[in-house]
């Protein structure tokens, strides 16, 4: 959970060098199974597409080339790195808390019951449904504590 002062607390640009370095490697390894698993889902959405012109469908008939792949989406899902901030030690994966993790700035508007949480400085939409990567927007910056910790976001 998220203790009163983590809030308040400032990285030094040495901190921040250190704990993106240490986050690096997670960073890559979820992004390999973000990779693995849409690649999984497409070959299945090729293979629906493709088999009704097939005259061995692949799906139908090669029951286990479905189930293959069915194994290694629900791998590439369920295996992926849990996204934990270097710093605070939150799961920078839950509902925007008080930074957004689009840009950084401590503006978050909480979500109603109407509409997403969004953020008053980037103007960003911060969708966040249940399930794995059912969000809307990119991780940059922890939510908790505003540690930048990957330029490009996941
Ligand atoms: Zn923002
Ligand atoms: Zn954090």
């Known amino acids: 959970m998220t203790e009163p002062d983590q809030q308040t607390k400032r990285y030094s640009p040495e901190d921040v060098r250190r704990l993106q370095a240490e986050f ?75 930074y957004c993790p689009e840009c950084g700035a401590c503006s978050v508007q909480p979500r109603t019951t109407f509409g997403s949480a969004s953020c008053r400085t980037c103007g960003k939409t911060l969708y966040h449904g249940p399930g794995y990567k059912n969000r809307r927007y990119k991780i940059r910056f922890c939510t908790y504590c505003g540690l930048k910790v990957d330029d490009k976001g996941l």
């Open 24 to 98: 690096a490697p997670v960073a890559a390894r979820y992004r390999r199974h973000t990779v693995i698993a849409l690649c999984g889902i497409l070959v299945l959405i090729a293979c629906i597409a493709t088999d009704r012109f097939l005259s061995r469908p692949i799906l139908k008939e090669e029951f286990g080339t479905g189930l293959i792949l069915f194994g290694i989406i629900a791998a590439a899902v369920l295996l992926a790195p849990d996204l934990t901030c270097p710093g605070c030690s939150n799961d920078m994966d839950d509902e925007p808390a008080d």
